[in-house]
Each structure stands twice: as structure tokens, then as C-alpha cells.
């Protein structure tokens, strides 16, 4: 049976701080169940409110800010991250053949890392690559591995441009 405190007042977030006191009430101790304990300890490896937060094999400085970095093992930081959905229409591709497709992505640049993901099927025997040719232009190349014709189509597609430091 635990015994209830009464007569506390709630406080902000503001009003506490690291080196307030917690008060514990130990269920398992026979004796002397009633503890106390920093709040920096109990919270110690716990994200708050900024300030940097290091989750092993990656660090994120300021975790609540709309501007936080994350920091990787080896010195590598992401400063940002581009997103977007685009169409891709190539013509009839002939046997053995290939078509380059670009597509606009806002201030990705050549340097940046790409990730990219077909939201569909490709026709049989197309194969494709992406990757950033020029300032804000993904390009695409199909390929035809087939000995025959293979007709045009469209194509959606995700793109993540990963801009690291």
C-alpha cells in the first residue's frame, strides 16, 4: 500500500530544474521506503527541450528546434532534406536502347545524396538508374534489355535528396 502526498502545487517546466529534488517511494524496500534522487539523474540519457542528444551512432543538436542537425559517426552532418513526387513519360525505347528523363527537384545539387523509389512497376525488360545531373534536375535513364521494342509509358516516382556535411 503506498501512501498519497498531499498538497503539492504543479509547477512549469520553467520552474524546474537539474538539481531539484525528486522525492521516491520505494514499494520494494522494507525500510525507509521514502527516497529522494536529482532529477538530472533520474532523467540522465533522456531527450528535453534543446541542447544536444547523442543516441548512439547518431547526435541531434537542439532536438525541439525547427532547425535541428543530426550529426553521424564520422564527422558527417544532414543539413537538409529535399522531397517530391514526379511523372516520368519516356518515349518508345527500341531494343538495346536507352532514354534520359529529367525531372526538377528545388535546390537539390550534384553533391547531394539521392534516394529513389519507382511507386510502380516498370514494363518488362526496362530497367532504370537516377541521380542529380545538374542544380535541381534528377535525371533518369530507362533502359530496354529486351530484343524488341518496348512502347512509352509513365512512371511515378519519390525522390529524397540527403544534403550532408
Not at 529535399?82 to 531494343?95: D, Q
Amino acid at each position: 500500500m503506498s501512501t498519497e502526498i498531499t498538497g503539492l502545487n504543479e509547477l512549469s517546466a520553467a520552474d524546474i530544474s537539474d538539481d531539484d529534488e525528486l522525492a521516491i517511494y520505494d514499494v520494494s524496500a522494507g525500510t525507509n521506503p521514502s527516497k529522494k534522487v536529482k532529477r538530472s539523474t533520474v532523467l540522465k540519457g533522456v531527450a528535453k527541450d534543446g541542447g544536444n542528444h547523442n543516441f548512439g551512432t547518431s547526435e541531434i543538436e537542439n532536438l525541439t528546434a525547427l532547425d535541428a542537425t543530426i550529426g553521424f559517426d564520422g564527422g558527417a552532418t544532414l543539413e537538409s532534406v529535399l522531397h517530391g513526387e514526379v511523372s516520368l513519360s519516356p518515349i518508345s525505347i527500341a531494343a538495346g536502347a536507352s532514354e534520359v528523363v529529367t525531372a526538377t527537384l528545388a535546390d537539390a545539387a550534384v553533391t547531394d545524396q539521392l534516394v529513389w523509389a519507382l511507386t510502380g512497376e516498370l514494363a518488362h525488360g526496362l530497367t532504370c538508374q537516377a541521380w542529380i545531373s545538374a542544380a535541381n534536375t534528377v535525371s533518369f535513364k530507362f533502359y530496354n534489355t529486351t530484343n524488341g521494342s518496348v512502347a512509352g509509358a509513365t512512371y511515378g516516382a519519390r525522390v529524397t535528396a540527403l544534403r550532408l556535411s
